[in-house]
Each structure stands twice: as structure tokens, then as C-alpha cells.
């Protein structure tokens, strides 16, 4: 494959500002019903898959996930158009789609996940497909979009669902499904690729994973990071529960009110953290103990991923006009909400860039090193 083809998909990307101005253009007129939605929904995604194909039709990809990169790059200027359009900033693109197909995307939660999705993700499928067009390994990149895309899955789809737009599910919501099937499907693809080999020897190896926490400052914060996130990720799923505790009650009242948004998307993230980030941390505490835990790069990537998305919409969502002003973060809490809400998100990253970049206390030695 050429870098033809990559620029070829950032074009194809880009179609969707005429597609949906058109398409909104045509259901303004026709007045269509919510499966016409879903129809034209889906045979645009099909028409998009169909134009990346025949971009590499000279010399086809091996990977199979540029196809998939294609839409979803396409879906997300989509996205992106969505978040400008709820701002003011355009007009006249979405304007049916979010009145008949998915009006959970006016919340404020839904706003600000279509610019995560328009921003962070785009650039990620490009990168990705550029990476697939020169030939060259994606899959540091690839285990970190894996872990935003599923976290934001696993709490926007069951929100629409629970939460107060429950009554009014569309078919629109169907296409959700290949956000939910294909980021599985690519999850082992990229999984399975061939990880980044290092050049330390075995002796250097063997220097590092000699020396305890103590001894590795920065191992030793992330540890005692590590202790205080599990007992605040408890802390606010118990919130998330309703627990009847006093300290939950003025917590609540008086910091995060966005946790009882009848909207449910806070409550099913406080029990995603709950359910998954908890165990996450507790396996990671282990894994900055015990040296030669192969396994702990990728599932940092992952968390990583996840977190960074979870804490802009969080964060974001928590503070937006959109949110009733009675769950919005008080005033006088704002900065204490930031501080502890940043740091709640940055500190994964920190661990992700530190297992990448310094990953040889996690890795095994070659059974023929050993032997020597």
C-alpha cells in the first residue's frame, strides 16, 4: 500500500460534511420516520465502506481493520459536526438526526463524547491507517484506542437505555451495534500483533527488577496512587448505589451532584470504575511488586485508554450547560472537583507512558539468557 491511500481515507473522512448537510437537507423535507433513519444510516456506513475499498483496489490491505478505521474516521467527523452544531457554531447538518434519530446526544454527556469521538478518536484512525498503509506496527496506539472506544460504549449504549431517555429509544439506536462488535473483532486483531521487541539484555533486566519499590520513587507514588483510586472508586460507586452513609450524602450534595443526573450515565461510569477499574489497580499494585509481569503494559494501555475517556466526559459533562444547574459541580467545589478529577485521569497516563517507555521490570528474560 501507498500514503495515497491514508490521505485517501482523511478525504473520504471528510465527505460527511456534504453527506449529512444533504441528508438532513432531505429528511427535513420528506419528514421520514425513525426506521428511514436507520436505513439511510446504514447504507451510508455500507456506501463508506464500499468508497475505502475501492481506494486500495490496485493493492488491498493485509490488515483487514483499515476498512474499519475508514468508517469510523468518517463516523466520527460526523460526530464532530454533531458537537459543533449543539454548540451554534453550524447549523443545519443534524438537526432532524438529533430530533428523531438519537435525542440522548443532546445531554450534556452525549455532547461531549461526540468531541471526544470527533477529535482523539479521529486522530487515532488516521494514525492507525496510516500505519497499516507504511506497513508498520499500530499496536501501542491500537490497545489505547481499544480501551477509550469500549469504555465509552460500555457506559453511553446502557445509559440511553436506562437512563431518562429510556422512553424514547429510536432505531436509530441500532447503529450503535458496530461500535459495540467491531472494536471487540479488532481488539484480539491488534492484540495479537507481534509486540515492540527491546534491545535490553538480559543482565540489565535483571539490575532493574532487583531493585524494590523503595528504590523506584516513581513506582512507589503510582503504588500509593493506586491505594487511594481503589477506595475513591469505591467511594463513589458506593454513591452511585445510593448508600445512605452521612460522608456520601454531603459528598454528593456538596461536590459531584452530577452523580444522581437522572440521565445515568455518571451512575453506570461510578459502577464501570467500580467493577473494572478497581480489580485494575489491585492487579497493577501486584504488578509494580512482582517483577516480570508481562501482561502489564497492554492492560495499562487499555486502562489508560478508557480513563482518558471517562474523565473528559465526566469532567466535561459535570461542568456543561446542558446539565441541569442542580446536578452541575457547586462554585465554591469547582477546584477541588478539578484537582481530584485530573489527577484521577492523569496518573494512568503517567503509568501508561512509564510501562512503554521503561517497560524492562515487566519483562521475562529469554529462556537461553536465563540459561547463561
Known amino acids: 500500500m501507498s500514503a495515497s491511500a491514508a490521505t485517501g481515507v482523511f478525504v473520504l473522512s471528510l465527505s460527511a460534511i456534504p453527506v449529512t448537510y444533504l441528508a438532513n437537507a432531505l429528511a427535513a423535507a420528506a419528514t421520514g420516520s425513525s426506521w428511514a433513519i436507520l436505513a439511510v444510516g446504514l447504507l451510508v456506513l455500507l456506501l463508506v465502506a464500499l468508497a475505502s475499498r475501492f481506494l486500495v483496489k490496485r493493492k488491498p490491505p493485509k490488515d483487514p481493520l483499515f476498512y474499519v478505521y475508514a468508517v469510523f474516521a468518517f463516523t466520527s467527523v460526523v460526530n464532530l459536526i454533531i458537537g459543533l452544531e449543539q454548540d451554534g457554531i453550524i447549523d443545519g447538518f443534524m438537526t432532524h438526526y438529533l430530533k428523531e434519530g438519537e435525542p440522548y446526544l443532546n445531554t450534556a454527556y452525549g455532547h461531549v463524547i461526540c468531541y471526544w469521538d470527533g477529535s482523539v478518536h479521529y486522530l487515532m484512525y488516521l494514525l492507525m491507517v496510516a500505519a497499516i498503509a507504511w506497513e508498520e506496527t499500530y499496536r501501542t496506539i491500537g490497545l489505547y484506542w481499544l480501551g477509550s472506544i469500549m469504555m465509552s460504549v460500555v457506559v453511553f449504549v446502557p445509559g440511553n437505555v436506562v437512563g431518562k431517555y429510556g422512553t424514547r429509544i429510536c432505531p436509530a439506536l441500532l447503529l450503535s451495534v458496530p461500535y459495540v462488535c467491531l472494536p471487540i473483532w479488532a481488539g484480539f486483531r491488534i492484540y495479537n500483533q507481534p509486540p515492540e521487541t527491546f534491545s535490553s539484555t538480559a543482565k540489565a533486566i535483571k539490575e532493574v527488577q532487583r531493585k524494590r519499590l523503595l528504590r523506584r520513587p516513581l513506582d512507589l507514588f503510582l503504588a500509593a496512587y493506586f491505594i487511594f483510586a481503589t477506595g475513591f472508586c469505591l467511594f463513589r460507586g458506593m454513591i452511585a448505589l445510593d448508600c445512605p452513609a452521612e460522608l456520601c450524602r454531603l459528598y ?13 450515565y455518571p451512575k453506570l461510569q461510578m459502577l464501570v470504575y467500580m467493577f473494572y477499574s478497581v480489580p485494575y489497580y489491585l492487579m497493577a499494585l501486584y504488578g509494580l511488586l512482582v517483577p516480570g509481569c508481562s501482561w502489564m503494559p497492554d492492560l495499562t494501555l487499555i486502562h489508560a485508554g478508557g480513563l482518558a475517556q471517562a474523565q473528559f466526559s465526566h469532567i466535561g459533562a459535570s461542568l456543561h450547560a446542558r446539565t441541569p ?28 507512558y512509564r510501562c512503554v517507555q521503561n517497560p524492562e521490570f515487566f519483562l521475562k528474560p529469554k529462556p537461553e539468557e536465563k540459561a547463561e
Open 252 to 264: 454528593n450534595q456538596f461536590h459531584e451532584p452530577y452523580l444522581k443526573d437522572p440521565a445515568a
Open 325 to 352: 444547574y442542580s446536578y452541575r459541580v457547586p462554585e465554591e467545589a469547582r477546584v477541588w472537583f478539578l484537582i481530584l478529577n485530573a489527577a484521577f485521569g492523569i496518573l494512568p497516563q503517567l503509568l501508561a
